[in-house]
């Protein structure tokens, strides 16, 4: 038996080592993951598209329904709300009624 004892702290020394260089290879560097991390959590562009920019006019019969006693309003600047104002907040001005 005593060939036994001598390869034991051969063999615990290599088991160790084959543990240790296995696990440091299999994780990464803190900087590299935290990197990845961020990564997985930033908006891209290409992700998604905004609905408030798009207009349908699925609503514009509310300010019809809720403003029907009054008539509809003309803007008398209509170059402003055509060529400065926004596709939003021409919708707005016309769900309250306002033409330009």
Request: aromatic share 10%; hydrophobic share 30%.
């Amino acid at each position: 038996m005593p060939g036994r004892s001598q390869h034991g702290p051969h063999f615990l020394c290599l088991a160790l080592l084959l543990l240790a260089t296995t696990g440091c290879s299999l994780v990464e560097s803190p900087k590299s993951a935290s990197r990845r991390f961020t990564r997985m959590f930033t908006p891209n562009g290409r992700d998604w598209s905004d609905p408030a920019q798009e207009d349908n006019g699925e609503w514009d019969f509310v300010g019809d329904e809720g403003r029907a006693e009054f008539a509809r309003e003309q803007d008398p600047d209509p170059w402003y709300g055509k060529h400065l104002m926004s596709d939003k907040a021409r919708s707005i001005e016309r769900n309250l009624g306002i033409d330009y």
